[in-house]
Each structure stands twice: as C-alpha cells, then as structure tokens.
C-alpha cells in the first residue's frame, strides 16, 4: 500500500505567517509522530499521537506550535506567527503501537516538508 | 535534545570498502535502529536491535550493540555508490505518559555522512 505521505512539499513563509503541514499516515498505523529536522543535524522529536490522543508534546518548541489528529488518522501541524527559526523540514512519522519493553516495531517515514520563513 | 553521537561525522571510502560507523548513547535504552537518508528516498529503516541482543546481520549490514559501553556500531560491507547517504543512529526508550499509556519512543543522533565513490 501507499507509504507515508506529506503536503505540502515545500512551504515559503513571510515571517509571521501562520502554516498548516499535512500528514497522512500508513492506514492501520495507530502510532503518529512529528520531527523537526534543521539541515546538518538529525531529526528532534515534536509530539506524538496514540490513534486521536496527544500523548507526548514535550518536543513542541513554544505555543506557536500546534498539533491534532482528531479522527485518529490525518493530522496536521501548525505553527502561528512563523519565526526564522522555525525553517527546517518537519517529518512525519508512522508506526505500528509499541507498548511493551522487548516489543519494539520501526517508523515509517513521510519525504517531509520543507518550511522556509523569509 | 539528541541523545546518540555519531562516529565518524563524515565518511569517505572507495566502492567494494567496507564502511564502519558508530553510535554512542547516555542513557538506558530498549532497542537502537540505525536509519539512512537521501534525497531520493527520505528517512528508511534499515535495522532494530533490542538491549538484550549483542549482534545483528540482515544483507550486507551488520550492527553491535554494547549496552555497558552504551555504544553501537554499524558495519556495511562491499559498499555501493547508492549507499551513499546520511545514516542515523536512534534510541528506542518505552516511555509512560501521565495516565499511564506506554509507547515507544525514539531519540535520534546527529548522523553520519558516507559518500562511496564509483
């Protein structure tokens, strides 16, 4: 089936702008999470999301940053009032649930968008 | 924050060499995957190795894992031109949120890049 998939591709941004990334993940994938990813360096972990429930928001820069999954399926992520610093490439992530110690399964990734704030 | 340091930062070697990068970490952990990134292709799983295994092979990769070193290394034999990429060591940790739903985490480290040449 389809892999991952992610829009826009790429996204240029006036500075304080607000932006909407689409993630659309494996179908059955009850697992979702958001990178950010600045260029050199590896992916940073944003949230998470278990089917609908945000479980983990701990990687979310400041309060500009947003994230839901409301149907359990699609999610989106937002940024209000887009800075400078916020140019990079946001992955998305998919995978099976992993909920037990020595069960573990891998992420299957999105191509990624590429936000640049001018 | 990034947990996994990655060695060497930058790697070049002929076609048919063999190419050897590692992964150190600071923290416990339940597993570690090693994870490539092009262009062409975007972020792809290559390899998942749980805390209470030492040593595993899937085609022309082999991974170690030393939880009391907490070290990890990738090994690619024969390299190719298309192994050309960036390789990325991540952390598995099962973590629990507050109302005490488990999942699986991953925290990734800077990367390696590999270039082969032709």
């Known amino acids: 089936g389809a892999g991952v998939s992610q829009s826009p591709r790429y996204k240029v941004a006036k500075r304080g702008q607000d932006v909407a990334l689409r993630c659309d993940p494996i179908?059955?994938?009850?697992?979702l999470f958001w990178y950010q990813q600045a260029l050199g360096q590896g992916p940073e972990f944003l949230t998470y999301?278990?089917?609908?429930?945000?479980?983990?928001k701990s990687g979310l820069p400041s309060d500009r940053f947003f994230a839901e999954r409301p149907e359990g399926s699609v999610s989106t992520l937002k940024i209000q009032r887009t800075q400078q610093e916020d140019s990079a490439v946001y992955l998305c992530a998919s995978s099976l649930v992993w909920a037990a110690k020595t069960l573990a399964y891998e992420q299957y990734f999105g191509p990624g968008t590429r936000l640049t704030v001018t | 924050s990034q947990q996994g340091e990655e060695d060497p930062q930058a790697l070049s070697i002929q076609e048919g060499e063999n190419a050897t990068m590692n992964c150190s970490y600071k923290t416990s952990i339940n597993n570690l995957q090693w994870y490539r990134q092009n262009s062409g292709r975007g972020l792809v799983h290559l390899i998942l190795i749980r805390s209470n295994e030492r040593e595993k092979h899937s085609g022309r990769l082999r991974v170690t894992l030393d939880t009391s070193k907490k070290s990890s290394s990738l090994l690619i034999t024969a390299s190719r031109a298309a192994d050309t990429a960036s390789y990325f060591c991540a952390t598995g940790l099962l973590r629990s949120n507050a109302g005490g739903t488990s999942y699986g985490k991953l925290t990734f480290g800077q990367g390696t890049i590999l270039t082969v040449h032709p």
């Open positions: 179908s059955g994938h009850v697992s």
């Open positions: 999301f278990q089917n609908e429930a945000q479980l983990d």
